[in-house]
């Protein structure tokens, strides 16, 4: 599929449109977002041909995952591949360019750090307490998936909800001419660290610095947005390693944002099952070769 500059994005764009969860066991990995996570199975689907994304006769599965902020807020779909089926691994490093991770907000994300050790599933850091002058999002604690996919639970407080989707960059100003100037999504926050501290996606001791621009949709216009996508450069340890280039790779596959109109950019017709019907889809790539979605509903 070309991978053109949309028509006029920033006037158009509506909400994030989903995140895709590629995973081996769906039955597996929808038990544990339900048990770990707000989101909660909405009902699935099944696509018999797959090749508009890259796949010959490809088919697969999807589970539609949504928390309680309604029927605007952004989905999750667990995806498991039956031809072929899920491969790779996902990234070793919280550096690799790609989408890394899922950030949860939660009113005590101290209990389920025990909740999620009591079960036997090992997080990836001691749990990470409030420090001076840096309580915001704290107690914080992460956590892989079945498959590998790292879950970020930051203390809030309020209803557990989605709260960010995370994307590596290699350079984070080429990174916000195509997520910010080319798909039109606006820079919510600009968040960067000089001090080295401890984070939450390795072993003790990991330390870590970095530059970082959150941003939003337009999906709730005078409240607080309802998924933020978070895209990081890692200013130590840099940046290693390259995005999946496989649409089946285990992990993280894709995000898009919903739009109005795709006017005259080139795409294709998905069909996607009832839950989510008919959607035109054009697919472009960040300058670190990363898959973003612009999603038009077909009437």
């Not at 550096?95 to 050790?117: K, M, S, W």
């Amino acid at each position: 599929m070309p991978d053109d500059k949309p028509s006029s994005p920033r006037a158009t764009i509506r909400r994030f449109a989903w995140i895709v969860v590629n995973v081996r066991d769906l039955e597996r990995s929808r038990a544990f977002y339900e048990r770990f996570t707000p989101l909660r199975d909405r009902g699935e689907f099944d696509v018999s041909d797959a090749s508009v994304f890259g796949v010959e006769r490809g088919s697969f599965v999807a589970a539609v995952m949504r928390d309680d902020t309604g029927t605007t807020g952004c989905p999750v779909l667990l995806v498991q591949w039956s031809n072929p089926p899920v491969t790779g691994t996902t990234y070793p490093s919280h550096t690799n360019p790609g989408y890394f991770r899922i950030c949860f907000q939660h009113p005590d994300a101290g209990a389920l750090f025990a909740e999620v050790r009591a079960a036997r599933h090992e997080p990836l850091s001691p749990l990470r307490l409030p420090k001076p002058g840096r309580s915001t999002g704290r107690p914080v604690f992460s956590v892989r998936d079945p498959d590998g996919t790292v879950l970020e639970f930051l203390t809030f407080p309020g209803e557990p909800r989605l709260y960010h989707v995370n994307c590596n960059t290699a350079d984070l100003e080429g990174a916000h001419a195509f997520f910010g100037d080319t798909v039109g999504l606006e820079c919510a926050v600009r968040s960067t660290t000089t001090d080295l501290e401890e984070h939450s996606f390795g072993p003790g001791g990991d330390l870590a610095t970095y530059d970082a621009r959150l941003y939003r949709a337009d999906d709730n216009p005078g409240g607080p947005p309802h998924l933020l996508l978070d895209v990081v450069e890692s200013t130590f340890p840099g940046p290693v390693g390259h995005a999946y280039t496989a649409p089946t790779n285990a992990g993280i596959a894709r995000v898009g944002v919903e739009v109005d109109d795709l006017g005259a950019t080139p795409a294709a017709t998905w069909e996607l099952g009832p839950l989510l019907g008919a959607r035109r889809v054009a697919v472009l790539r960040s300058p670190d070769d990363v898959p973003f979605d612009l999603v038009e509903r077909v009437s």
